[in-house]
């Protein structure tokens, strides 16, 4: 069903063409005619829009909301005249009329939009903001983008965390046919931050959780966050649990109320705990492939698996110094790992993550090289005592 007659189309696209000026004088009446034109039409519309059929109750949203559309159509093909076909037109003896019509026309159906969105209010989210308002909107959003930008530069918030969320929403104002929905988020959303007087890193990512900031360089900051500590984790079994208790708490989070980003594919909620889940379930079988490893032999006690009295950064220092000084290969350094990771223990890391003990080998802490010398100065006064060493260099 086309509400709008092909009389208000024609003119739009033909009679307002810009190419229809050139070499033509227009008299005061040509000019109030046109304004009375569009007035009647934007009444008749009005009038119609009201027997839409069921469109009270919502159960034909797309016919109205292709209405809006259609009318938003018209204004940016009117704007379109007013802006990059200026040229056309700014010479002409009637250039003051000219544009005063032009901006007439833009804003009778800036008028007529906002009658049917108020009208029907579900439409407004779903609808584009025309060219004509467009500059305007975006100014307000880029005033909002600048506030948000200073308040958390002040913040001691993650750095890259900070950036994300800027560029996030820069790109959220930049988008191509920007639509009232999206306005609304931006600008909802940037409250909400601003209103925070003490935000921090885990509050900020709480929020945008909460309100679906479902971009994929903040998913994909979540992830990489979280492998970075459980890399940090040497446990296998503290592994499971830390993810047990992010996945509680990503549960909660999803009961408070919050905003929905227009244009995001998927649910963050899902997203993040889908990949929380399928973590746990690596982790989980890791387990039982090396549980089956050690009890495949009845000497998996005493000759797969062996204590290590040593915590498991300073295994990790130990490892890589034999590494370092040729005692062990540089080659397949990942797979040394994982050996030293499948047949050893320490006393209280029943399965070591290969990945952390590697790790852990290269970020080695002061207390934990102290410690290590220790160790060593021991041995050597072992072999001084036993071997009679003392006096030799």
Same mark, same amino acid.
């Given at each position: 069903?086309?509400?709008?007659?092909?009389?208000?189309?024609?003119?739009?696209? !033909?009679?307002?063409?810009?190419?229809?000026? *050139?070499?033509?004088?227009?008299? +005061?009446? %040509?000019?109030? !005619?046109?304004? *009375?034109?569009?007035? +009647? %039409?934007?009444? *008749?519309?009005?009038?119609?829009?009201?027997?839409?059929?069921?469109?009270?109750?919502?159960? #034909?949203?797309?016919?109205?909301?292709?209405?809006?559309?259609?009318?938003?159509?018209?204004?940016?093909?009117?704007?379109?005249?007013?802006?990059?076909?200026? $040229? /056309?037109?700014?010479? @002409?003896?009637?250039?003051?009329?000219?544009?005063?019509?032009?901006?007439?026309?833009?804003? =009778?159906? %800036?008028?007529?939009?906002?009658?049917?969105?108020?009208? &029907?209010?579900?439409?407004?989210?779903? /609808?584009?903001?025309?060219?004509?308002?467009?500059?305007?909107?975006?100014?307000?959003?880029?005033?909002? @983008?600048?506030?948000?930008?200073?308040?958390?530069?002040?913040?001691?918030?993650?750095?890259?965390?900070?950036?994300?969320?800027?560029?996030?929403?820069?790109?959220?104002? @930049?988008?191509?046919?920007?639509?009232?929905?999206?306005?609304?988020?931006?600008? %909802?959303?940037? =409250?909400?931050?601003?209103?925070?007087?003490?935000?921090?890193?885990?509050?900020? /990512?709480?929020?945008?959780?909460?309100?679906?900031? #479902?971009?994929?360089?903040?998913?994909? &900051? &979540? /992830? +990489?966050?979280?492998?970075?500590?459980?890399?940090?984790i040497p446990g296998l079994h503290e592994q499971q649990e830390i993810l047990l208790a992010e996945k509680d708490q990503l549960f909660n989070l999803q009961f408070e109320k919050g905003l929905q980003l227009p244009a995001a594919s998927s649910v963050l909620y899902n997203d993040l705990n889908q990949f929380l889940s399928e973590k746990y379930l690596f982790i989980r079988q890791l387990l039982k492939l090396r549980r089956e490893a050690a009890l495949d032999n009845e000497r998996a006690k005493a000759g797969i698996r062996f204590l290590m009295n040593l915590p498991v950064p300073q295994f990790s220092l130990f490892i890589r110094m034999q590494i370092e000084k040729g005692l062990l290969p540089k080659e397949n350094v990942g797979d040394l790992f994982s050996f030293f990771a499948l047949h050893f223990?320490?006393?209280?890391?029943?399965?070591?993550? *290969?990945?952390?003990?590697?790790?852990?080998?290269?970020?080695?802490?002061?207390?934990? $090289?102290?410690?290590?010398?220790?160790?060593?100065?021991?041995?050597? #006064?072992?072999?001084?005592?036993?071997?009679?060493?003392? #006096?030799? +260099?």
């Amino acid at each position: 069903m086309n509400l709008i007659s092909e009389q208000l189309q024609l003119f739009v696209s !033909d009679s307002l063409n810009p190419q229809k000026f *050139a070499g033509n004088h227009f008299s +005061n009446k %040509e000019f109030e !005619d046109w304004r *009375a034109f569009l007035a +009647n %039409e934007s009444s *008749a519309l009005k009038r119609l829009s009201a027997y839409f059929p069921n469109s009270k109750q919502g159960k #034909n949203k797309t016919g109205i909301v292709k209405l809006v559309n259609q009318i938003v159509g018209l204004s940016n093909l009117v704007n379109t005249y007013l802006t990059k076909f200026h $040229a /056309v037109w700014k010479n @002409h003896p009637q250039v003051d009329e000219i544009k005063a019509n032009y901006q007439y026309t833009c804003n =009778v159906f %800036e008028e007529l939009i906002s009658d049917l969105c108020r009208a &029907y209010p579900f439409a407004k989210g779903l /609808v584009k903001i025309t060219y004509y308002n467009l500059p305007q909107v975006k100014m307000q959003l880029k005033g909002q @983008h600048k506030l948000l930008t200073e308040y958390l530069r002040k913040t001691s918030i993650d750095e890259d965390l900070k950036e994300l969320v800027l560029d996030g929403i820069s790109q959220l104002i @930049h988008q191509k046919d920007l639509r009232w929905i999206d306005e609304a988020y931006i600008k %909802e959303l940037s =409250v909400i931050l601003l209103s925070k007087p003490e935000l921090g890193t885990k509050q900020l /990512v709480e929020i945008l959780i909460t309100n679906n900031f #479902n971009i994929p360089e903040f998913f994909h &900051y &979540y /992830v +990489n966050s979280w492998r970075k500590r459980l890399s940090d984790i040497p446990g296998l079994h503290e592994q499971q649990e830390i993810l047990l208790a992010e996945k509680d708490q990503l549960f909660n989070l999803q009961f408070e109320k919050g905003l929905q980003l227009p244009a995001a594919s998927s649910v963050l909620y899902n997203d993040l705990n889908q990949f929380l889940s399928e973590k746990y379930l690596f982790i989980r079988q890791l387990l039982k492939l090396r549980r089956e490893a050690a009890l495949d032999n009845e000497r998996a006690k005493a000759g797969i698996r062996f204590l290590m009295n040593l915590p498991v950064p300073q295994f990790s220092l130990f490892i890589r110094m034999q590494i370092e000084k040729g005692l062990l290969p540089k080659e397949n350094v990942g797979d040394l790992f994982s050996f030293f990771a499948l047949h050893f223990y320490t006393p209280h890391t029943l399965f070591m993550s *290969a990945d952390s003990l590697q790790k852990k080998s290269t970020d080695v802490e002061f207390s934990t $090289a102290q410690k290590m010398k220790g160790h060593l100065i021991g041995m050597l #006064n072992w072999l001084n005592t036993n071997f009679n060493l003392s #006096n030799y +260099n």
